[in-house]
């Protein structure tokens, strides 16, 4: 029915910086709320940023000054820009989003996750 993608995740050094992109594809009529997650090893999954269909954003106190949330609603993708990234940051980043189907009515998605990792 419908797939999301999670891409940019990698290894980078305490300081820099990663941008995830996720993107859905399938038989999509409408997408509202983005939102991303993450799960790091031992802890439970948290989440951390969501902007609506409208672009109001939200975000985790932990990420907030230092990751933006942004969407391309002509392309269905959301992205996630971090800066300043710290080891506690070191998660598998998951896109979420609420999905009308094509001959359906809104469900929830979750893509497969990108593994980032901030150490030096």
């Known amino acids: 029915q419908v797939q999301l993608v999670e891409s940019g995740g990698g290894l980078v050094q305490p300081g820099g910086s990663l941008r995830l992109s996720c993107v859905a594809s399938?038989?999509?009529?409408?997408?509202?709320?983005m939102d991303w997650y993450r799960q790091a090893p031992g802890k439970e999954r948290e989440f951390v940023a969501a902007?609506?269909?409208?672009?109001?954003?939200n975000y985790a106190d932990s990420v907030r000054g230092r990751f933006t949330i942004s969407r391309d609603n002509p392309k269905n993708t959301v992205y996630l820009q971090m800066n300043s990234l710290k080891p506690d940051d070191t998660a598998v980043y998951y896109c979420?989003?609420?999905?009308?189907?094509?001959?359906?009515?809104?469900?929830?998605?979750w893509g497969q996750g990108t593994q980032v990792t901030v150490s030096s």
């Open positions: 979420k989003a609420d999905i009308r189907v094509i001959g359906f009515g809104y469900d929830t998605y």
């Open positions: 399938g038989s999509i009529f409408s997408i509202g709320e």
């Open positions: 902007i609506t269909g409208g672009g109001t954003t």
